[in-house]
T-cell receptor, first 114, second 114 residues
Framework: DAMVIQNPRYQVTQFGKPVTLSCSQT?????MYWYQQKSSQAPKLLFH???????NEADTPDNFQSRRPNTSFCFLDIRSPGLGDAAMYLC?????????????FGPGTRLLVL | KQEVTQIPAALSVPEGENLVLNCSFT??????LQWFRQDPGKGLTSLLL?????REQTSGRLNASLDKSSGRSTLYIAASQPGDSATYLC?????????????FGKGTKLSVKP
């Protein structure tokens, strides 16, 4: 049974056209994360939510925003995608924000920007 | 600043061989270390998490070890199978940084030939 679900699995958008990626979880975890992974690179954290508390990484571009309307769902909004934003976007959850907690990842959404 | 390195970047072995993947980190003040598997175009699957107080963890044919003092971890795969072909990433929490921010290595791409 899928525990962290991401939709869509593949997304094609045009340069500058806003796009939203979706993540949902059935684990009832407090924390949800968004990572960006470019080709042959390590995943890089963009931001995370601890419950409703939003935590942005210092080097995350302003072009990236996130919403968490409830415990189960979290969205990644890219306001004006550039060619450099083409990547795999990974959603993850953890029960709590302590560093000892295991993170559970979804299958990812691969974004292509034309 | 914590840095995680995985060498080699790619590894090819014949089926049935035992193999070791390496992970090193620059700051030994870690809470834990986690090994993930990533299939092409897919998300991350957690394999093993070793707490800082532990020396090793085992799951089936996988055994992960941790030596904090030397900043090293190894993932041992016994009797490798073609189904083990994937990229293996290790990650540590960013001590002193954002809670839950995992610092990943770039991974080792494993190919097991039948």
């Amino acid at each position: 049974d899928a525990m962290v679900i991401q939709n869509p699995r593949y997304q094609v958008t045009q340069f500058g056209k806003p796009v939203t990626l979706s993540c949902s979880q059935t684990l009832n975890h407090n924390v949800m994360y968004w990572y960006q992974q470019k080709s042959s690179q390590a995943p890089k954290l963009l931001f995370h939510y601890y419950d409703k508390d939003f935590n942005n990484e210092a080097d995350t571009p302003d072009n990236f925003q996130s919403r968490r309307p409830n415990t189960s769902f979290c969205f990644l909004d890219i306001r004006s995608p550039g060619l450099g934003d083409a990547a795999m976007y990974l959603c993850a959850t953890s029960r709590d924000a302590f560093n000892q907690e295991t993170q559970y990842f979804g299958p990812g959404t691969r974004l292509l920007v034309l | 600043k914590q840095e995680v390195t995985q060498i080699p970047a790619a590894l090819s072995v014949p089926e049935g061989e035992n193999l070791v993947l390496n992970c090193s980190f620059t700051d030994s003040a870690i809470y834990n270390l986690q090994w993930f598997r990533q299939d092409p175009g897919k998300g991350l699957t957690s394999l093993l998490l070793i707490q800082s107080s532990q020396r090793e963890q085992t799951s089936g044919r996988l055994n992960a070890s941790l030596d904090k003092s030397s900043g090293r971890s190894t993932l041992y795969i016994a009797a490798s199978q073609p189904g083990d072909s994937a990229t293996y990433l290790c990650a540590v929490p960013n001590y002193g940084g954002s809670q839950g921010n995992l610092i990943f290595g770039k991974g080792t791409k494993l190919s097991v030939k039948p």
